[in-house]
Every structure is written in structure tokens, then in C-alpha cells.
């Protein structure tokens, strides 16, 4: 019996300084570090050597190696598809960092021969697995707040690097994940979804009073029609630079406010007439850290059981996303293509039982 072994594909500051060291600690037990890999073959030997990986070799050598189960791709968003793509195709499950893909035929492409090969695929984040977020689930699932009619969220952050505003980023496809990701994890698919906001130019930060016209949009207000007939406001911005984001799902008997899924951390609070708490958490696998996501997968893989960030899942998220930004080009509303089920909350915690991964 061996631990999951995991090719790390992309060492730039991610892969350094939130998934290795999560990998090297929180789930050393579920993974083992097998290879890494990256186009400048520096920093791929700068991380092996900080984090004790045994093998350096190049991305092509990693997507072949027969020793690796799993891709972890945490590249840049450009070579996202691509590289998940041959990963498929060799035959490794894939986790990737956010954006899966950078169009909805990508991503279709991708869940299909994700399916055709009879792997997992999942992308970031997962902070759906942290314990807020799962403790919010459970509640709803429980009935708290009665039928579910709402969610609401705005996330809005500065960032004045004209680099960032390039056709890969932005915030509807920087930030948009993990708002989008536990809008479905909690309420379930979307069907149709229609943004709004017009371009501006953005101030260079080079203290001159230049401006910039970015390449991706830097602020939309988003409506999400959900198919269990709720509604959704989604704000993603980095214009309007008040950073206070957190969710708020509002039923008929009451409202849980979530805190940012850009994180692990906070406590999820029930607001109803009767009652005004924090929520409890406490569930099996400790998804606080990035990687978690990947934990989840060799848990997965051990018990035979789809991955909680499942294909279609992913597929379907990173379809809402670009046609967020689909909506925000035409002026028109999306229906969305694809579907997915809610991916299967966390089981409570119980007694432990070491992970042993049977290949
Ligand atoms: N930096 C953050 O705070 C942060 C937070 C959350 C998510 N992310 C996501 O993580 C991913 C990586 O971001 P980052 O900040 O680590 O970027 P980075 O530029 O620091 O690192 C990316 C690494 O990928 C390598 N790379 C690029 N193309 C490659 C290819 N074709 N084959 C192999 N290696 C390749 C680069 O050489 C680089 O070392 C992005 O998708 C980003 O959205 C980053």
C-alpha cells in the first residue's frame, strides 16, 4: 500500500509557496511527491531541492512517466488546456490550478476525454472543501433556512498590474472560481447567467497619470438563473476596491452568510428567527490548505468513489465563467450548455484511519 503519486507540473510561486508546502505537511499522508517539472528547468530543481521532490525532469518526461498518477498543473492559465490535455491522453488524473480551460469547447474537450479515459479531472479551487463552506452545506442540506431563493456575492480587489489585465486573467477569470465554484457547490447548476459593465480604462502603476486599456474586463454585475429556480447576484471587480467579500444565501425561513471561498478561514452564521450562530465544522478530510482538492482525489481513488470536485463539475463552472465574459462582449444572456450534479459535501469527521492507496 503507497500513498497517491503526484507529478507537480508548473513551480512558480503557487506550486512554492501554498501546494508544496501543503503537500509536504497537511497531506503528506494521502500524496507522495514523485516528480516536478517546469519550461524554465531551474525553478523545477529549485523546488525539488526545497521540498525534498526526488525527480527533476522535463514537462514532457513528466507527462510520460508511468510513475505518476496524477498531474498536479499549476502552469499559467495560457498553458492550462493544453497540458491537461496531454496529460488525459497519457493517462494521469489531472488537477489543475484556475482556469481549466479558456473557452467552454476547451472545457467540453476536456471533460470528454477526461471521461474517455476514465480520469479525473478537477480544478481549482477547492476551498469548497474547507470547513465553513462545508459546515454552510450542511446546513442548507438540513433545511435551515427553508427553500433556498437567493445568493449574493461581491468580490472586488485592486490590482493595477497592466499584465494581469490579459485575455487568461482578470478577475471574471482570476477571482470568478472561487465565487462561481461554491455557488454550485451550495445551490447546485446554473442555467442561464447575463453580465453587465462597460470598459474602462484602468491607471498605469507606474505613477505617471497614463492609462491603460485592459485586454479582459476588470469589473461586471452578474445574474445567475439557478436550476432549482433561485437566483444569484455575482459582483467581480477590481475597479470597485473595497474588499469585503463573503457570500450570503438567503431561504424562505432564514440566511447563511459564508465567508470568503478565497480562503479556508472563518465560520460560516445562521441568521433565522430563532436562532443567530456560528455554524460547526467538523468533517473527515482536513480541507483548510490548498491541495485539498487533491487530497479528496487519492481518498477518491482509494475508496472508489467519484472526487468531490468532480468532471462534470469543473466543466460546468469553467463554462459559467466564459460565459460570464461571453455576456459581457454581446450584451446578452448565456444558457449554459453543460450541467452538473452538486458535488457530494464532506463526510463528518470520525475515527481516523490512516490512507493507504492501492494503485
Ligand atoms: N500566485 C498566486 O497567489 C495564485 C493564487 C491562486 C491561484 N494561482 C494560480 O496558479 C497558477 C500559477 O500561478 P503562479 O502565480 O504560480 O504563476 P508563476 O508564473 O509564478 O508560475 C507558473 C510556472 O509555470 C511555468 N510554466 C509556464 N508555462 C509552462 C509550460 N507550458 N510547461 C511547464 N511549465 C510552465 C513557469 O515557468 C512558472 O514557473 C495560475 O493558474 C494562477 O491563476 C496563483
Known sequence: MSRLPIGILGCGAIARNAYLPSFTTHYSGEVELFACADAVPAAAAACAEKFGIPRVLSPEELLADPGIALVVNLT????????????????????????????????????????????MLAVAPDTILGAPHQAARKALDAGAVGTVRHVSAWCSLHIGLERYYRPAAGPILDFGPYYVGLMVFLLGPVTRV??????????????????????????????LQFASGATGTLGLSTDACIYESG???????GRITVPDPNKFEGASH???????????????????????????????????????????????????????????????AVDLSTTCERPAPMAPRTAPHPFAWAG
Open 247 to 253: 457570500i450570503e444565501v438567503l431561504g424562505t425561513s
Open 270 to 332: 445562521l441568521k433565522t428567527y430563532q436562532e443567530d450562530v456560528d455554524l460547526p465544522a467538523d468533517f473527515a478530510l482536513d480541507g483548510r490548505h490548498r491541495g485539498a482538492g487533491v487530497a479528496d482525489m487519492a481518498w477518491a481513488l482509494r475508496d472508489r468513489r467519484p472526487h468531490r470536485l468532480g468532471n462534470a463539475f469543473c466543466v460546468h463552472c469553467t463554462e459559467l465563467l466564459v460565459s460570464i465574459l461571453e455576456s459581457l462582449d454581446t450584451g446578452r
Open 76 to 119: 499559467i492559465p495560457e498553458a492550462h488546456e493544453e497540458l491537461n490535455r496531454k496529460a488525459l491522453l497519457a493517462g494521469k488524473h489531472v488537477y489543475c490550478e484556475k482556469p481549466l480551460a479558456l473557452s467552454r469547447a476547451e472545457a467540453i474537450h476536456l471533460g470528454k476525454i477526461a471521461a474517455e479515459q476514465g480520469r
Open 194 to 223: 447575463a453580465a453587465l459593465g462597460a470598459p474602462v480604462e484602468l491607471p498605469k502603476e507606474d505613477g505617471t497619470k497614463e492609462t491603460f486599456a485592459p485586454q479582459t474586463p476588470s469589473h461586471a454585475a452578474v445574474a
